[in-house]
């Protein structure tokens, strides 16, 4: 997908806030042991399920406080729910 100029659609005119990016942590076997056993019981691939266990982590305030304190955030977000949907202020 191309995008022209600054703007805020892509070529095939799709909204760039919509637009996904690849983003590939580095797991431990343990951990990529876990989540292929967690996707074949769920009938899903792993990348999905990791997708979406990552957007549940990203969207669930006390996940999102438990690593703020974790690594002992200075500049701290406030997760706040708001229609049914986490936004962060």
């Not at 690593?67 to 002992?72: G, M, R, S």
């Not at 200075?74 to 949907?85: A, H, S």
């Amino acid at each position: 997908m191309r995008q022209e100029g600054r703007g805020g659609k892509t070529k095939n005119g799709t909204d760039r806030s919509k637009r996904t990016n690849a983003v590939l942590p580095k797991l431990t076997d343990d951990s990529i042991f876990k989540l292929k056993r967690l996707a074949l019981a769920c009938g899903q691939f792993h990348t999905h399920l990791a997708e979406d266990i990552l957007e549940m982590a990203l969207n669930h305030p006390d996940i999102i406080n438990y690593f703020q304190d974790k690594y002992k955030a200075k500049e701290r977000i406030l997760p706040v729910r708001k229609d049914g949907n986490v936004e962060y202020c």
